[in-house]
């Protein structure tokens, strides 16, 4: 059953959302520029001061260093971080998804060993899934690991690997038995020290010239025991249970808020024809409904469910959306871009670039719509 | 759409689906009669202020998925503003609300005489009485008048549902059948709006089931079409409109009162964003047959065409809900979305009377 349940923020998660928003104010105020969503520029300060608030690891157990706290208020500080542009890419991949890997499948003492160091942003972790060849079909990964004296040898190659450059671990999903009938058994989870012997990072530019991603070897690199995550074959079942988290989260609708609140400034004190209201409804229209849905994931995973196709679907819809939005900006700007001309400009030359990437990194719309697809007809298309 | 009456759903439901319907275009869609007479018998048809918004929703809902021709969601809205106008209608009148936009009074003596159209009258040929906005002294007030007598130009909308237009000449009305207080004009418009997407969610449900049921049954190439990458992403599509729907329909009737305009503004955008895209990809994976008269699916796309724009068009609502959320003092385009936010309180963002 397909569901969206919605819901408001409570009192203390609202006095959150206007702690954090006091705090973005004062930290653009400080003269830090917008960025859109996870095209942001790492900064490694912010996540340290963020971090300092106890803003990152939020749902993660005190006993591990974490604040015990929500799905939800996570979801609460990242929304009110993307809106206005934060540099969230630093803590991004260790705050969404390794920390509530290492919490579903790592052992305690890798639980121990990483967690307190995520939370402080003391460590940062970057993922190694796509190669060369295996984008979507990520299951026919070919990097592999062999058995040797208290650990493994890893021989491959990752590509697209974003923050591998500054990180310090790569998750690198690798095969450790070998290839028999189903392609999804025999793989694991390596958590490889990008520093370590072996290992080589080399960046690839993306079209706006950014440096976010990068081919990452690993030639004979020796990765000991308590490195592999959680138990030895379990790769594919921990890579896909934490699409939910991955998928759902505001980062899949919110990449352009930063720009729709630079002209929102511009408008508010002019009156404006029915042509741009009309515009501008149906972008408030489709922000809220998105909003709500992602925020009634996050409460399911409050609640110990899994929604995994609910965020597939909301990915799909939002990602589209932003491309959307890009096109509504454009034809109220109908003007030429200046990628030159200060802030709107600059921004919004930044989404049109970069706006092919929204509706494929995390897994492609297409991939995302074929999973929904086997749900609709297995449970006969109920929707509510 | 969780945050409604499932129980009164399921039990509306059985009515209808007791009643066999006969798919086929009319100019007009009859009367069924034995419907009717069973949601009066079981009280349906008499519900206002007594029953919650998650009730008319639910009604509103079950009338959409079974392309119902009856004016269930009308007759409750008009017998809520009755309610709270404390204007009288008996249990058996088919009574609707004549029009959102205020007719003209003038007080002569004790009496007022109201002139001025009402045009699209939902179900205005079938109703012995019609609940009206009139302007009196410079105040929208509710009055209660008899149909019969007036002058009546029948019309319809896509799915042939009755949309009359009424004509008030000096209609002389006493003033025991004009109400004090009650819903704004507004309210009422986007109380109307809110149960119209509410009966379009129905109508979508349904074809996304009927659209899955088919592309699974139709065999080409060897093969159910469902099979085919290209109907499958169509089906995704389906559902994704349907779900997104669901969730402004559930924001806007869980929504505060406070904030009650502007979730159901979002709600009325969403449903004509998003039954656009789904009656042409429905249509698109029933292939020919779905243009057939005899074919289910087309009593709920004619009225979702229709219902997207009735209480205001997609257009109408994006731009109240612009002229809602864009304002000088306001602190930015995000914190207006996600409220609460103090500056709002003054945006007329919420309901008038309680819901």
């Not at chain 1, 290839?179 to 058994?185: D, N, P, S, Y």
């Not at chain 1, 993306?206 to 990068?214: I, R």
Request: hydrophobic residues 45%; contains cysteine; aromatic residues 6%.
């Amino acid at each position: 059953m397909i569901t969206f349940p919605s819901s408001q923020l409570t009192s203390a998660e609202l006095a959150l959302r206007d702690e954090v928003r006091a705090f973005m104010a004062e930290y653009l105020a400080r003269g830090h520029r917008r960025q859109l969503g996870i095209n942001a520029e790492p900064s490694i300060e912010f996540s340290r001061e963020i971090a300092r608030r106890g803003w990152i690891g939020m749902s993660v157990p005190v006993e591990y260093g974490g604040h015990g706290r929500t799905a939800v208020d996570r979801f609460v500080v990242v929304e009110e971080m993307l809106a206005v542009g934060a540099p969230i890419s630093a803590h991004w991949v260790g705050d969404r998804q390794t920390a509530q890997m290492l919490l579903r499948f790592g052992t305690e003492e890798q639980k121990h060993a990483f967690l307190p160091r995520i939370v402080a942003s003391d460590v940062f972790f970057c993922l190694g899934m796509s190669e060369p060849g295996s984008g979507s079909d990520l299951a026919s990964v070919r990097t592999r690991a062999t058995r040797t004296e208290g650990g493994w040898i890893l021989n491959g190659q990752k590509v697209w690997t974003s923050g591998a450059q500054y990180a310090d671990y790569v998750v690198t999903l690798c095969r450790t038995e070998p290839l028999g009938e189903r392609k999804h058994v025999g793989l694991s989870q390596l958590m490889v020290d990008l520093k370590a012997e072996g290992v080589t990072v080399a960046p690839i530019r993306l079209l706006n010239g950014a440096h976010h991603f990068n081919e990452v070897f690993f030639d004979n690199v020796f990765v000991p025991d308590e490195m592999l995550l959680g138990r030895p074959g379990d790769g594919w079942h921990q890579v896909t249970s934490e699409l939910a988290h991955e998928r759902s989260g505001p980062d899949r609708f919110l990449s352009v808020m930063p720009i729709v609140q630079v002209l929102y400034d511009e408008y508010k004190t002019r009156d404006l024809d029915p042509g741009t209201r009309n515009q501008l409804g149906r972008l408030f229209a489709m922000y809220m409904t998105f909003r709500s849905m992602s925020l009634s994931i996050a409460r399911r995973l409050d609640a110990g469910e899994l929604p995994a196709v609910e965020a597939a679907l909301v990915k799909d819809m939002g990602t589209q959306f932003e491309n959307r939005a890009v096109q509504v900006i454009r034809s109220l700007l109908n003007r030429e871009i200046d990628p030159a001309a200060g802030e709107l400009d600059e921004l919004l030359a930044d989404a049109i670039i970069t706006a092919p990437t929204f509706t494929l990194r995390g897994g492609t719309n297409e991939v995302l719509r074929t999973v929904i697809a086997k749900d609709l007809m297995r449970t006969r298309g109920n929707v509510a | 759409m969780t945050n409604f009456n499932q129980d009164l759903f399921s039990v509306v439901t059985t009515i209808f689906e007791k009643h066999d319907q006969q798919i086929r275009h009319h100019a007009v869609e009859p009367w069924p009669d034995q419907v009717w007479d069973q949601l009066r018998e079981t009280g349906f048809t008499a519900i206002g202020r007594d029953a919650a918004l998650e009730d008319h929703a639910a009604l509103a809902k079950a009338i959409g998925q079974h392309a119902v021709a009856l004016p269930l969601v009308d007759v409750g809205l008009a017998r809520w503003i009755a309610d709270l106008a404390g204007l009288e209608v008996p249990a058996d009148a088919v009574v609707v609300c004549a029009g959102v936009r205020p007719l003209e009074g003038r007080i002569e003596a004790d009496r007022v005489v109201v002139s001025g159209t009402a045009s699209r009258v939902p179900w205005g040929r079938h109703a012995d009485l019609l609940v009206v906005p009139v302007e009196i002294d410079g105040t929208t007030r509710w009055a209660i008048v008899e149909r019969a007598g007036l002058d009546l130009r029948e019309s319809v909308n896509f799915a042939s549902e009755p949309r009359d237009t009424l004509r008030f000449d000096d209609l002389v009305v006493p003033m025991s059948a004009v109400g004090t207080g009650g819903p704004s004009v507004r309210d009422v418009r986007a109380r109307g709006a809110l149960l119209r997407t509410a009966s379009g969610l129905g109508a979508m449900e349904f074809v996304l089931d009927t659209s899955l049921t088919y592309a699974e049954q139709r065999v080409q190439f060897g093969r159910p079409i469902s099979g085919f990458q290209t109907v499958q992403h169509h089906l995704v599509l389906i559902a994704e409109a349907v779900a997104s729907v669901a969730s402004a329909v559930d924001a806007a009737v869980s929504a505060p009162p406070e904030l009650r305009l502007m979730t159901v503004a979002a709600a009325k955008v969403m449903l004509g964003e998003q039954a656009a895209i789904l009656t042409r990809l429905a249509h698109q994976v029933h292939g020919a047959i779905g243009a057939a008269e005899e074919h289910p699916l087309q009593p709920r796309t004619r009225r979702l065409w229709s219902w997207q724009d009735e209480f205001g068009t997609t257009t109408d609502w994006a731009i109240d809900l612009a002229d809602q959320l864009v304002f000088p003092e306001s602190p930015g385009a995000w914190p207006a979305m996600t409220p609460p936010l103090d500056a709002l309180a003054s945006r007329e963002v919420g309901e008038v009377v309680p819901w």
